[in-house]
């Protein structure tokens, strides 16, 4: 079964701390994986995606294709860094693009 | 820039009543999707539309329907509103071009059925 697994609900860190969300996904196929976030009262929005592996607010993620994972990482984390983080699973089913989305953790960056 | 907007951001009915949630994107996308958010499942997909008068299920359609008129709108229906059915409602949408999986999220409609 496809699946996206986020295991934190939340995660509470200091400003300045290194931060790494976890996310673990099934899939049979060739995967795409996404990191969506949410910041408060504002709109979900996509942040980065593992095919361009770009850095996006300084966070990165790397496909680790044999442990199955797609953690979000940041050296340094910042109190703007605050929101719902979504990992999130690209598939294609039925001729269709749509997403799964694993349960979502929190960040909270504490001054 | 997207922009995709939804009638409403805070909506309470009561157990019973049918419930109309609009969504409208202006970036003329031709798939559009419906998810409701709640704390520790996250997203889930009830219905999205690839194209007008065209609908597929979800992973969580039962309770639900849709409707795509226009091009540009895309409505849930609570047929029968009932109180697990209590929740964030996210319109998305997205085009065929550009990032085949990058949606474009409304501001959430938190439906409260009491």
């Known amino acids: 079964a496809q699946r996206v697994t986020q295991p934190e609900k939340l995660l509470s860190v200091f400003k300045g701390a290194p931060v790494e969300l976890k996310c673990n996904y099934s899939y049979s196929g060739s995967p795409e994986l996404f990191w969506y976030v949410q910041y408060s009262r504002q709109r979900l929005q996509l942040l980065l995606r593992?095919?361009s592996r770009e850095s996006i607010k300084g966070f990165t993620a790397d496909l680790n294709k044999g442990e199955t994972s797609f953690h979000l990482k940041k050296p340094f984390a910042q109190e703007e860094d605050s929101a719902m983080y979504y990992c999130?699973?690209?598939?294609?089913?039925?001729?269709?693009?749509?997403?799964?989305f694993g349960a979502g953790t929190r960040l909270a960056v504490h001054p | 820039d997207v922009k995709v907007t939804q009638s409403s951001r805070y909506l309470v009915k009561r157990t019973g009543e049918k419930v109309f949630l609009e969504c409208v994107q202006d970036?003329?996308?031709?798939?559009m999707f419906w998810y409701r958010q709640d704390p520790g499942l996250g997203l889930r997909l009830i219905y999205f539309?690839?194209?007008?008068?065209?609908?597929e299920k979800g992973d969580i359609p039962e309770g639900y329907s849709v409707s795509r008129e226009k091009k540009e709108r895309f409505s849930l229906i609570l047929e029968s509103a009932s109180t697990n059915q209590t929740s964030m409602y996210l319109c998305?949408?997205?085009?065929?071009?550009?990032?085949?999986?990058?949606?474009?999220f409304g501001p959430g409609t938190r439906l409260t059925v009491t």
């Open positions: 999130a699973l690209g598939r294609t089913a039925g001729g269709y693009n749509k997403l799964i």
């Open positions: 998305a949408s997205r085009g065929t071009g550009g990032i085949v999986y990058e949606q474009y």
């Open positions: 539309s690839y194209d007008v008068k065209m609908k």
């Open positions: 970036m003329d996308h031709e798939n």
């Open positions: 593992h095919i």
